[in-house]
T-cell receptor, first 112, second 112 residues
Framework: GESVGLHLPTLSVQEGDNSIINCAYS??????FIWYKQESGKGPQFIID?????DKRQGQRVTVLLNKTVKHLSLQIAATQPGDSAVYFC???????????FGSGTQLTVLP | DSGVTQTPKHLITATGQRVTLRCSPR?????VYWYQQSLDQGLQFLIQ???????AKGNILERFSAQQFPDLHSELNLSSLELGDSALYFC???????????FGPGTRLLVL
């Protein structure tokens, strides 16, 4: 994919297992967080978001957990499928800024 | 499909030239954002427009400029192109000037 040159953290999981992708954010003022999935050659795709007044939010096969104490965000994907192979980015929106700041991403590879 | 469209999909040009990238936001979205994604820098915010007005500026070079038109489509102009400008350029849109961004498929620019 386009981010190969970044030497991204990688995560390999067996098909059918659960995946957990982690993200540390730096700005304690951030009040909104989003996970994006980017497949090779495509634009980032919105997966799930969470506001700082929540610590957990569930979607279809995905769950986002927010720990504001340690400024940590995680994305859990249940029953990982080959189509889940992609780079996953977390993004944060500090309260005073209007634009999202993206992390460097994690390359998820699903093994058959 | 996010509903955000970008043209062209690919662009090959020479150093010193000028190009224009075009973006149409999702129906109803007033905010347009431009991001650059290169191999060694990840997703970098360039500029944001909201309902025709510039809202925020990121690491956008002086050689680059953008605008948002009354019909809400946006154009990113890149001039005096250098080899290092080769990258993927993404447009994203959102309903307000905060919140989830929805990305287009990107324009891959190659400067030779």
């Amino acid at each position: 994919g386009e981010s190969v040159g970044l030497h991204l953290p990688t995560l390999s999981v067996q098909e059918g297992d659960n995946s957990i992708i982690n993200c540390a954010y730096s700005n304690s003022a951030s009040d909104y967080f989003i996970w994006y999935k980017q497949e090779s050659g495509k634009g980032p795709q919105f997966i799930i978001d969470i506001r700082s007044n929540m610590d957990k939010r569930q979607g279809q096969r995905v769950t986002v957990l927010l720990n504001k104490t340690v400024k940590h965000l995680s994305l859990q994907i249940a029953a990982t499928q080959p189509g889940d192979s992609a780079v996953y980015f977390c993004a944060e929106n500090p309260g005073s800024a209007r634009q999202l700041t993206f992390g460097s991403g994690t390359q998820l590879t699903v093994l058959p | 499909d996010s509903g955000v469209t970008q043209t062209p999909k690919h662009l090959i040009t020479a150093t010193g030239q000028r190009v224009t990238l075009r973006c149409s936001p999702r129906s109803g979205d007033l905010s347009v954002y431009w991001y650059q994604q290169s191999l060694d820098q990840g997703l970098q915010f360039l500029i944001q427009y909201y309902n025709g007005e510039e809202r925020a500026k990121g690491n956008i070079l002086e050689r680059f400029s953008a605008q948002q038109f009354p019909d809400l489509h946006s154009e990113l102009n890149l001039s005096s192109l250098e080899l290092g400008d080769s990258a993927l350029y993404f447009c994203a849109s959102s309903v307000s000037d905060r919140g989830a961004l929805y990305f287009g498929p990107g324009t891959r620019l190659l400067v030779l």
